[in-house]
């Protein structure tokens, strides 16, 4: 399985700034994914990161607010945009190792707290 | 849409078996899965199991799957204090996207 390394692994943000979350994968992976999950909840798909090509975003997210990156197959960026309190959660990178008929596999996940 | 449920509180005593239950609403999931979360950690993939299959186990973890119920679970024998946490069920999405959809979690309490 696939070594899954996230930067920042918690922050403190004051409202209205933004954050970069990394996530490093140690091998190629075809998919890569980020997901969101609130206090107390499950887990919650943001979007797919594509590699050279916009991310593909799930129903409620929106690129303004969760700009993402993935310039090769090793690598992406979420950026957490104009912070607010909801937005207090835990981002998880997840990716799929191989070829598709491989299970995802998560990051340890960025807890980020917004005052 | 698509559903994932799962019931929210188990607790057992240590050396006894523990069953997680599931159920889900996408009959052509490829993929079922579970994922344990200890408290401040990240998601550590458990087990999987493929539609096509009715049991699998590991050591202590045995999945059933029952398609015609839509109906998965995890027992885990002989559990033990370390296995406290959170398990999460997810399905994955047919048409192969990687999208997973995941249950509320189950936290399993493990009492000495």
């Known amino acids: 399985s696939a070594v899954i390394s996230q930067k920042p692994s918690r922050d403190i943000c004051q409202r209205g700034t933004s954050l970069t979350i990394q996530c490093q994968v140690d091998?190629?992976?075809?998919?890569m994914f980020w997901y969101r999950q609130q206090p107390g909840q499950s887990l919650t798909l943001i979007a797919t990161?594509?590699?050279?090509?916009?991310?593909?975003?799930e129903s409620g997210f929106v690129i303004d607010k969760f700009p993402i990156s993935r310039p090769n197959l090793t690598f992406s960026t979420l950026t957490v945009s104009n912070m607010s309190p909801e937005d207090s959660s835990i981002y998880l990178c997840?990716?799929?190792?191989?070829?598709?008929?491989?299970?995802?596999?998560f990051g340890d996940g960025t807890r980020l707290s917004i005052l | 849409g698509e559903d994932v449920e799962q019931s929210l509180f188990l607790s057992v005593r240590e050396g006894d078996s523990s069953v997680i239950n599931c159920t889900y609403t996408?009959?052509?999931?490829?993929?079922l899965y579970w994922y344990k979360q200890e408290p401040g950690a990240g998601l550590q993939l458990l087990t999987y199991?493929?539609?096509?299959?009715d049991m699998k186990q590991d050591q202590r973890l045995t999945v059933l799957l029952n398609k015609k119920d839509k109906h998965l679970s995890l027992r885990i024998a002989d559990t033990q204090t370390g296995d406290s946490a959170i398990y999460f069920c997810?399905?994955?999405?047919?048409?192969?996207?990687?999208?997973?959809?995941f249950g509320q979690g189950t936290t399993l309490q493990v009492k000495p």
């Open positions: 997810a399905e994955s999405i047919s048409g192969n996207t990687g999208k997973l959809i």
């Open positions: 996408d009959s052509s999931s490829t993929y």
């Open positions: 199991i493929f539609s096509n299959m």
């Open positions: 990161a594509n590699q050279g090509s916009e991310a593909t975003y």
């Open positions: 997840s990716v799929v190792p191989g070829g598709s008929n491989q299970p995802q596999h």
């Open positions: 091998s190629q992976v075809t998919m």
